[in-house]
């Protein structure tokens, strides 16, 4: 069974400055997707960035990039130019591209805290 | 935000009650999911459904049950709430999208109080 694993159950970052949350994970397999969701304090858990385990190259999405280590199995978030709201709880998760699998394993989530 | 709603946001009930979360999506997703969640923690898979009259139980023991009886509606009913019970409920769906990823959309979550 694929297991993902964020070794930061927090994380604190100044306004403006660039954080890295870390995830890792475990599987055999050689296709797969990748993803970070973020869960703001009271609201609805949303995809931030995806990650096909085929490209090479590391996905962006405006501040938020990722840098993606296949062979060691890492797939870690950074956030550039922090701000207020991205304080929130963030989740990566993994999924097997096998057909008929369709539920991702997530990690256990690290809480991010923006400082003003 | 993703068009995936759910009732009530927040329910406090007594012991023993039988409790019905409402789940339902606009988006003609055909795959449904519930997750329990404390918070701040992790999320953990209690039901999936992948098409009407289908669902199965996920990696985490529950008492409840869901229907699938419509392709936007995913009820879960709790028979006699404890308060072991008491914890966040998320819903999701997903569906084939362009890059096959099956990316998942959540519901605001149903916080869950019993006495």
């Known amino acids: 069974a694929q297991t993902v694993t964020q070794s930061q159950p927090e994380m604190s970052v100044q306004e403006a400055e660039t954080v890295t949350l870390s995830c890792t994970y475990d599987t055999s397999e050689s296709d797969y997707y990748l993803f970070w969701y973020k869960q703001p304090p009271s609201r609805q858990m949303i995809l931030v960035i995806r990650q096909e385990a085929y490209k090479q190259q590391n996905a962006t999405e405006n501040r938020f990039s990722v840098n993606f280590q296949k062979a060691a199995k890492s797939f870690s978030l950074k956030i550039s130019d922090s701000q207020l709201g991205d304080a929130a709880m963030y989740f990566c998760?993994?999924?097997?591209?096998?057909?008929?699998?369709?539920?991702?394993?997530f990690g256990r989530g690290t809480s991010l805290i923006v400082h003003p | 935000e993703a068009d995936i709603y759910q009732t009530p946001r927040y329910l406090v009930i007594g012991t023993g009650k039988k409790i019905t979360l409402e789940c339902s999506q606009t988006?003609?997703?055909?795959?449904m999911y519930w997750y329990q969640q404390d918070p701040g923690m992790e999320l953990h898979l209690i039901h999936y459904?992948?098409?009407?009259?289908?669902?199965e139980k996920g990696d985490l023991s529950s008492e409840s049950t869901v229907s699938r009886i419509r392709t936007e509606h995913f009820p879960l009913t709790l028979e006699s709430a404890r308060p072991s019970h008491t914890s966040q409920y998320l819903c999701a769906s997903s569906v084939r999208d362009a890059d096959l990823s099956y990316e998942q959309y959540f519901g605001p979550g149903t916080r869950l109080t019993v006495t």
């Open positions: 988006m003609g997703h055909d795959k």
């Open positions: 998760a993994y999924r097997s591209a096998r057909g008929g699998s369709y539920i991702p394993t």
């Open positions: 459904s992948y098409g009407v009259n289908s669902t």
